[in-house]
């Protein structure tokens, strides 16, 4: 246990063998000190406290995170990422996942591509995972094969990988070669009838391209895991209105398809 004195806008921590940790209500960790108390979690009360250690001990030194910003490898970053670090940072939030994800970010070797992901994370807004990847979705058959060629095996559990040199890394093509998925409601819009969604995993550090029409709403990338099927999301099929003006095009025609406003939806290979 370590001793501490809790008010309500302050509170002190007395760790052994180390000099008291004061912080008032204005800390940005102060409400993750005190759920860590009541919680009776004191060793994570005490790296909460002392952000500095706190923040290199879930980051392996690459990541600093304090009230100046947000630094990777000691250069300043600036960012809707690093915007959003700071505002959990500032609420006493887990930054971990965000540490992890600009981390496997700053691994991908086209700078170009690192800054197109901003784009599309904004977007899209989809969930960053624990060790730094995202969750993007996809449209696929019924038996989980890609739409535009049907070689794709997309099940749950599957790992699709392609070489990076591959994926075409120009952004103003909007539909050519490489692994694409795109934002929730994007990928329920390009759905057939009879036909599924998945959520796939993405590291940013495998990301190419991200095609500059639509929004920003989808990309390229050289290889990604599929996570699981994404429940009810036929649904959209109840709407007659929209099945009527979706399902008129020849999905299996090359010039209908490339019409589709959808269409880079698809993997091409």
Not at 114 to 136: K, M, S, V, W
Request: proline share 5%; hydrophobic share 40%; aromatic share 12%.
């Amino acid at each position: 246990m370590v001793p501490f004195i809790l008010k309500t806008n302050s509170v002190a921590l007395f760790p052994a063998g180390q000099a008291p940790l004061l912080l008032d209500s204005d800390h940005v960790n102060f409400t993750a000190v005190v759920e860590a108390l009541k919680a009776g979690d004191f060793d994570k009360a005490v790296e909460y406290a002392s952000v500095k250690t706190f923040i290199k001990s879930v980051s392996g030194g690459k990541v600093s995170v304090s009230e100046q910003g947000v630094t990777y490898k000691g250069e300043p970053l600036t960012n809707y990422l690093t915007d959003k670090m700071m505002q959990f940072f500032k609420e006493g939030l887990p930054v971990e996942h965000y540490c992890n994800f600009l981390s496997n970010l700053m691994a991908n070797p086209s700078m170009t591509a690192r800054n197109e992901l901003y784009l599309f994370l904004e977007a899209a807004n989809l969930p960053i995972t624990e060790d730094g990847c995202f969750l993007a979705y996809k449209a696929v058959r019924s038996d989980f094969k890609d739409i535009h060629s049907g070689k794709f095996d997309n099940s749950p559990g599957a790992h699709l990988s392609m070489p990076r040199s591959e994926v075409d890394d120009n952004r103003n093509v909007t539909c050519s070669y490489g692994f694409h998925a795109a934002a929730y409601q994007y990928a329920r819009n390009f759905m057939q009838s009879g036909g599924k969604m998945v959520a796939v995993k993405i590291n940013p550090a495998d990301v190419v391209s991200v095609p500059s029409d639509y929004n920003n709403q989808k990309l390229r990338c050289s290889q990604y895991i599929v996570q699981f099927e994404v429940p009810d999301a036929a649904d959209v099929f109840k709407d007659r209105a929209y099945v009527s003006s979706h399902d008129t095009l020849n999905w299996g025609d090359d010039d209908a398809y490339g019409d589709d406003p959808y269409g880079d939806l698809d993997d091409f290979i």
